[in-house]
């Protein structure tokens, strides 16, 4: 109990200060770490209702890139979903990427679309012009001009 109360709390300070160093985090105090075993398991989650939808999403990216874990691109899609489902649109941009590119989740372009406009809706670029691409490509749409340059 002790040491997974020291895993959570070591991991909790590395978020919210953003200072983990990019080794990953052992599941047990005294256990080896090498991030590319098969064998290797990832660090407990934090529970989500103590975390803002902000240090979600940077956890989410955490997972994604292995900063500090082992990379997991499911475990970054369920971060990422639970900032996106609070209305953070960095999140919805890239849970939208990750369904579109089918990363950590199956591919699926009305997900991705889905994320994207509810991100292009707050206004943000990037997410616009990725409905614009899509629009475009006739990616998971029917090609259509007129809506890709909206």
Not at 114 to 133: I, M, S, T
Request: glycine share 8%; net charge negative.
């Amino acid at each position: 109990m002790r040491k997974t109360t020291l895993i959570v709390l070591t991991l909790t300070l590395c978020i919210l200060n953003s200072g983990c160093d990019s080794k990953p985090i052992a599941t047990e105090v005294n256990d080896p770490v090498v991030s590319n075993s098969p064998s290797a398991v990832n660090s407990p989650s934090i529970p989500e209702p103590e975390m803002s939808a902000e240090e979600q999403y940077q956890l989410g990216i955490k997972y994604y890139n292995g900063d500090g874990v082992f990379q997991d691109y499911t475990e970054a899609a369920k971060w990422y979903r639970l900032a996106a489902e609070q209305g953070y649109a960095k999140a919805q941009i890239k849970l939208g990427y990750m369904y579109q590119q089918g990363i950590g989740v199956p591919r699926d372009f009305t997900e991705a679309m889905k994320w994207y406009r509810k991100a292009a809706e707050q206004g943000h670029d990037d997410a616009q012009y990725n409905l614009g691409r899509m629009y475009s490509n006739g990616d998971g749409v029917p090609q259509n001009d007129k809506e890709a340059v909206k």
